[in-house]
């Protein structure tokens, strides 16, 4: 029994990422302001700060350890998959490579994550717009920070982190030169936006649109699979 409340306890207990706290205390002080004008005020800005609190959870993964396996940056649904050009910025060439882009939701983790083991060899950061993180368009017109990283077998992947409509803050932890596990926290995105992954030429990606994907444990894609993409969409 008590091993068991130890569980739901730190299940509901979900620690909260550091960048997080100075947010909460603004809202949590706007709360008592408001509560000491109207009390229904006061209400409000209690939920507005549960909410604060609740965004930037930065709870425990476990992810799979197998050779090969790409793992999902981001919390978030797949709103898109296809071949896309990575970021120019990147030095990956203008080959089309395979991509698989998640999108976060407000209520989404935001905590990014590695979604290979490897070394950063290039970042890209690019200044730009802030259109809705669904569309397409985003990868190219959106404030964006772009990620290459090289495997042990000489490949490469791409990784970018996407601002949206609200999101106004792209943190990166990463530095060229860095070596990173698979599932390793590497940034985050404030608030709402979209994590997109390119894959080497030739690997299938292994979700459908619409599919919802836990960041540090859902698998896009196996590099050494000859395994089929995945067809459909989920609805």
């Not at 706007?30 to 509560?35: D, F, M, R």
């Not at 791409?158 to 792209?170: E, S």
């Not at 894959?199 to 196996?222: N, Y």
Request: net charge neutral.
């Amino acid at each position: 029994m008590q091993s068991q409340n130890l569980s739901m306890s730190s299940y509901i207990m979900v620690p909260i990422h550091r960048e997080g706290w100075p947010f909460i205390a603004l809202f949590a002080v706007a709360a008592i302001l408001l509560g000491l004008l109207w009390q229904p005020l006061g209400w409000l800005g209690l939920v507005a700060t549960l909410w604060c609190a609740y965004f930037f959870r930065n709870p425990d993964r476990v992810t799979p350890t197998r050779d090969g396996l790409v793992i999902s940056p981001a919390d978030g649904v797949v709103c898109l998959v296809g071949d896309a050009v990575p970021p120019a910025g990147l030095g990956l060439g203008e080959t089309p490579r395979p991509r698989v882009c998640v999108f976060m939701s407000v209520f989404d983790v935001h905590i990014n994550r590695a979604p290979l083991s490897g070394r950063v060899t290039k970042l890209a950061y690019h200044a730009g717009k802030f259109v809705n993180a669904a569309l397409d368009k985003a990868s190219e017109e959106n404030e964006r920070m772009a990620v290459a990283l090289e495997l042990e077998d000489g490949r490469s992947v791409a990784f970018v982190q996407i601002a949206g409509l609200v999101a106004r803050r792209i943190r990166c932890d990463l530095v060229e030169g860095q070596t990173i596990r698979a599932g390793e926290r590497f940034g985050l995105i404030r608030f709402g936006s979209r994590v997109d992954v390119y894959f080497p030429e030739g690997v299938q990606p292994q979700v459908t649109l619409g599919q919802r994907c836990i960041a540090g444990e859902t698998v896009l894609a196996d590099l050494n699979s000859t395994e089929p993409a995945r067809q459909g969409e989920v609805r």
